[in-house]
């Protein structure tokens, strides 16, 4: 796949960051309404559903792209509605910023990378029906956000949506390359109550950063061998969240020049519910690396999958209605105060899961020990096990086999429901 639709060449970078450091002064809802809130857990990984105004009606809204009017500007957007929409179900919302000279198409058909496999910077496919997507549309390809302008196109967008699907306002994200991780980057600034977290690839301080004062869960991402937005400035705005968020300061270990392999980070320390998360690779100023190659590559690129893990381990607590399209059959075989648990997971859709984690609630008294074929975390409670490198995609009537050994107080049953990518599976 070719890498020239998402270059920003250097003499253009250095004429925007003048014109963002000149002409961009943010304000919360400057040009606009109020910005939206939203109920922050306390806890990184469990939260209640905080249901849109628009849950319950029938939508008018759907898949396609829509025109609104922000700052007296017509500007429009792609949504992507998940297919058996369901009016009464909460649903993360995640936005996807295209690159300087990027559309809002490219990013919501991936067509630059991989034509489906990289929609929504290859989130789509992995959200199996559980995300609601949108594809905004800077004006002139870009996201100078003049005066705020383009954080009050997003405000509006929020409101325009939230009021006629169901969203769960806990739930949404941001991401993007280049420029659109410039504007992610923006939206962390100015809108941190607003957004659970962002995912930063590859970017600058082209977008202005209002505020820039609050904690906001942060994953950041950057080339080493970045020549048009270079690694340290993706440091230096890493370095701004990990201050906010309260995290330990380090200096995380980065790849080997020349090694084409990537070096993933999780700070400590951080406050609850804002994690920061470094990932640097080897290679340049790309969108979807791989290991062990140069260039793009939609389905060789591990990006996605760290994204998409970034995101979910905030999915709320209540298990969302609907058919499942996952079996999960669990046996248990215990002895005085220890336990194993063989869990199957099977994918009864009809699309492959390229990336996923599996939601349980262990019983009161277990205590993970240890675990083989995916991460668990946290050892108890409500307990997230993840993919790992060689069982990350299921596809159709296959299956993957995990488990895990616990220490028990007396009560040795299996958890009685599972949630695979915010999709109630059929248990037994």
């Avoid at 009017?69 to 957007?77: A, L, M, S, V």
Wanted: aromatic content about 8%; some cysteine; glycine content about 12%.
């Amino acid at each position: 796949m070719t890498r020239t639709r998402t270059l920003l060449w250097p003499a253009v970078v250095a004429a925007l960051i003048v014109l963002s450091m000149a002409g961009t002064a943010l304000g919360h809802g400057q040009g606009g309404n109020a910005p939206l809130t939203a109920p922050r857990p306390a806890a990184a990984s469990v939260s209640t559903a905080a249901p849109s105004s628009g849950c319950g009606k029938t939508p008018t809204l759907t898949s396609g792209t829509h025109t609104i009017q922000t700052n007296g500007k017509n500007r429009t957007f792609i949504l992507r509605i998940p297919d058996g929409y369901d009016r009464s179900r909460p649903y993360r919302l995640v936005f996807g910023f295209h690159w300087l000279g990027g559309t809002s198409t490219d990013v919501a058909t991936g067509r630059t990378v991989e034509t489906g496999t990289w929609a929504y910077y290859g989130l789509q496919r992995l959200a199996n029906n559980s995300t609601v997507f949108v594809a905004p549309q800077g004006l002139n390809n870009g996201w100078a956000n003049a005066g705020g302008e383009d954080v009050t196109f997003v405000d509006d967008m929020l409101r325009r949506i939230e009021a006629d699907l169901c969203v769960d306002t806990t739930q949404r994200f941001a991401l993007g390359f280049s420029y659109g991780a410039a504007m992610s980057y923006a939206l962390a600034c100015s809108r941190a109550t607003v957004f659970r977290a962002v995912a930063v690839q590859s970017g600058g301080q082209l977008s202005g950063c209002s505020g820039g004062t609050q904690p906001i869960a942060y994953l950041g991402v950057h080339g080493l061998r970045d020549n048009v937005l270079g690694i340290s400035g993706g440091r230096a705005m890493r370095d701004r969240f990990v201050r906010n968020n309260g995290c330990t300061p380090q200096n995380p270990p980065e790849p080997a020049p020349g090694s084409l392999t990537h070096r993933i980070t999780t700070y400590s320390g951080c406050s609850a519910g804002h994690p920061v998360v470094w990932a640097a690779f080897d290679e340049g100023h790309i969108a979807a690396p791989q290991d062990g190659a140069p260039g793009d590559s939609g389905s060789r690129t591990w990006l996605p999958a760290e994204v998409w893990k970034f995101f979910t381990q905030f999915q709320t607590s209540d298990p969302p209605p609907g058919t499942a399209t996952c079996r999960v059959t669990t046996t248990v075989g215990a002895w005085n105060t220890g336990l194993t648990a063989s869990i199957t997971i099977t994918n009864t859709g009809t699309t492959a899961i390229a990336g996923w984690s599996l939601v349980f609630t262990l019983p009161d008294g277990q205590t993970i020990t240890s675990g083989w074929n995916a991460d668990y975390s946290p050892a108890s409670g409500r307990v997230t096990a993840r993919n790992v490198a060689h069982n990350a995609t299921i596809v159709p009537d296959a299956s993957v086999d995990i488990g895990f050994q616990a220490a028990h107080t007396g009560n040795t049953t299996p958890p009685n429901t599972y949630t695979l990518n915010g999709t109630a599976c059929t248990a037994s």
